[in-house]
């Protein structure tokens, strides 16, 4: 079995002078519960006493320059000595989610079956989701209670008159929960023209903002940098790539290039187009055998866009362009014939700059993209 927190955090066992500390906190973390009330409330529920006589079997998470990052007190029950208890876990909300909880859930669980205790129990209010979901999802089960309340069984006045709690017990025999695989940081600049910026949609999110909105794959952190400039064509893309994505990219553990352009070479400049096709197939072989010598690379044709004449252009050039990806080794996502087919891809481009879609539209090229994104994205 892996332990492991999130790079730069480390662990420790508290001690006596880290209790005011671990109040200080929080109050960051929760200071919208209660004001000053709800400080004091959480101070009784934290007396010195734990970071005094129950400090081996509770933990405290750090950042590199010292600053608290999550604590969990607990002990095994001196009167019910197969009995554990979790009294208290709390994460900064900025690291939530990346299995702290659970990492330090698991050092307890094991120390507690080495001293002998069969089963941890816990406690949490009624209403606090993230609590209950939390333990729900590493193998708690809540016990029967006499109150019903959102649905989960409570104990009525469990901790005095009006003080609710829902109780909870995992047996120690179950299988330990399965920590969460490392985090990925996966970078990818998205490089290319104004369907890239997102144009035309009123919701400034564009099919590059929808698709990274949508990524919520478990384990990566996802950073997206949007490098579309309208207007551009596969030359001015094959000329800027380099110094625009590797300041970017540099360093990165998972560095990757998303590549869309083609409308603008097909666009007519009253003597021919902008770029003629073969140097428009010759560019992008040329930035494709430059980036794939260093980083995955993901190409999305070009679109139609609302003039009959360059739209016939630039059908032709979407399959030679799909052919050099093919070449290359680099996933290819025609979205060219699709997109012709939407009555409202049409209606969009007309209603707006006789050029770019709205909204749907670009929701529409984001569902296009999403599955050959989703696998390009997975682990080597
Ligand atoms: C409850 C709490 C400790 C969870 O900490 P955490 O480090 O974010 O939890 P983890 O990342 O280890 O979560 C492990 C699993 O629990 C579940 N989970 C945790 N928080 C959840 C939430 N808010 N909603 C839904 N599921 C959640 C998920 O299944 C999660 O796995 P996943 O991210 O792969 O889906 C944290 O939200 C917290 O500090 N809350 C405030 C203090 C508190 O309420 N303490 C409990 C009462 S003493």
Same mark, same amino acid.
């Given at each position: 079995?892996?332990?492991?927190?999130?790079?730069?955090?480390?662990?420790?066992?508290?001690?006596?002078?880290?209790?005011?500390?671990?109040?200080?906190?929080?109050?960051?973390?929760?200071?919208?519960?209660?004001?000053?009330?709800?400080?004091?409330? !959480?101070?009784?529920?934290?007396?010195?006493?734990?970071? $005094?006589?129950?400090?081996?079997? /509770?933990?405290?998470?750090?950042?590199?320059?010292?600053?608290?990052?999550?604590?969990?007190?607990?002990?095994? /029950?001196?009167? $019910?000595?197969?009995?554990?208890?979790?009294?208290?876990? @709390?994460?900064?909300?900025?690291? !939530? !989610?990346?299995?702290?909880?659970?990492?330090?859930?698991?050092?307890?669980?094991?120390?507690?079956?080495?001293?002998?205790?069969? !089963?941890?129990?816990?406690?949490?209010?009624?209403?606090?989701?993230?609590?209950?979901?939390?333990?729900?999802?590493?193998?708690?089960?809540?016990?029967?209670?006499?109150?019903?309340?959102?649905?989960?069984?409570?104990?009525?006045?469990?901790?005095?008159?009006?003080?609710?709690?829902?109780?909870?017990?995992?047996?120690?025999?179950?299988?330990?929960?399965?920590?969460?695989?490392?985090?990925?940081?996966?970078?990818?600049?998205?490089?290319?023209?104004?369907?890239?910026?997102?144009?035309?949609?009123?919701?400034?999110?564009?099919?590059?903002?929808?698709?990274?909105?949508?990524?919520?794959?478990?384990?990566?952190?996802?950073?997206?940098?949007?490098?579309?400039?309208?207007?551009?064509?596969?030359?001015?893309?094959?000329?800027?790539?380099?110094?625009?994505?590797?300041?970017?990219?540099?360093? &990165?553990?998972?560095?990757?290039?998303?590549?869309?352009?083609? *409308?603008?070479?097909?666009?007519?400049?009253?003597?021919?187009?902008?770029?003629?096709?073969?140097?428009?197939?010759?560019?992008?072989?040329?930035?494709?055998?430059?980036?794939?010598?260093?980083?995955?690379?993901?190409? *999305?044709?070009?679109?139609?866009?609302?003039?009959?004449?360059?739209? &016939?252009?630039?059908?032709?050039?979407?399959?030679?362009?799909?052919?050099?990806?093919?070449?290359?080794?680099?996933?290819?996502?025609?979205?060219?014939?699709?997109?012709?087919?939407?009555?409202?891809?049409?209606?969009?481009?007309?209603?707006?700059? @006789?050029?770019?879609? &709205?909204?749907?539209?670009?929701?529409?090229?984001?569902?296009?993209?999403?599955?050959?994104?989703?696998?390009?994205?997975?682990?080597?």
């Amino acid at each position: 079995m892996i332990d492991e927190l999130p790079d730069g955090l480390v662990w420790r066992h508290p001690d006596v002078e880290d209790h005011l500390r671990v109040l200080a906190v929080m109050d960051d973390w929760w200071a919208v519960f209660g004001g000053a009330d709800g400080s004091r409330q !959480r101070a009784l529920l934290l007396p010195r006493l734990f970071f $005094q006589h129950f400090t081996d079997s /509770s933990w405290l998470v750090e950042h590199g320059d010292g600053r608290i990052a999550a604590f969990l007190i607990a002990f095994v /029950s001196p009167s $019910q000595p197969d009995t554990a208890y979790v009294h208290f876990v @709390g994460v900064d909300p900025a690291l !939530r !989610r990346r299995g702290v909880a659970v990492d330090l859930y698991r050092r307890f669980f094991r120390l507690a079956a080495t001293r002998g205790a069969t !089963r941890v129990r816990c406690i949490t209010s009624p209403g606090n989701a993230a609590s209950l979901a939390f333990h729900t999802g590493i193998g708690f089960r809540v016990d029967p209670g006499d109150l019903t309340i959102d649905g989960v069984a409570v104990q009525g006045d469990y901790d005095g008159p009006g003080l609710h709690r829902v109780a909870f017990t995992r047996t120690l025999t179950d299988p330990a929960p399965t920590p969460p695989a490392a985090i990925r940081d996966v970078r990818v600049c998205f490089v290319g023209d104004s369907f890239v910026a997102g144009t035309g949609d009123p919701t400034g999110l564009g099919w590059v903002g929808r698709l990274t909105a949508r990524t919520r794959t478990r384990g990566l952190h996802l950073t997206a940098y949007n490098l579309g400039i309208g207007g551009n064509t596969s030359t001015q893309i094959l000329a800027r790539w380099r110094q625009e994505c590797l300041p970017r990219l540099s360093g &990165a553990p998972e560095p990757r290039l998303v590549l869309s352009f083609g *409308v603008n070479d097909m666009t007519s400049d009253g003597h021919g187009v902008r770029v003629a096709p073969d140097r428009s197939v010759a560019n992008l072989a040329a930035l494709l055998t430059d980036a794939r010598a260093i980083l995955p690379v993901l190409m *999305v044709g070009p679109a139609p866009a609302g003039n009959p004449g360059r739209d &016939a252009r630039v059908a032709a050039l979407d399959e030679r362009y799909a052919d050099v990806c093919a070449a290359h080794g680099v996933p290819y996502v025609p979205v060219f014939a699709a997109l012709r087919a939407q009555p409202s891809w049409q209606h969009e481009i007309a209603a707006g700059d @006789g050029a770019h879609p &709205a909204a749907a539209g670009y929701e529409q090229l984001t569902g296009l993209v999403a599955a050959t994104w989703q696998r390009w994205l997975a682990p080597a």
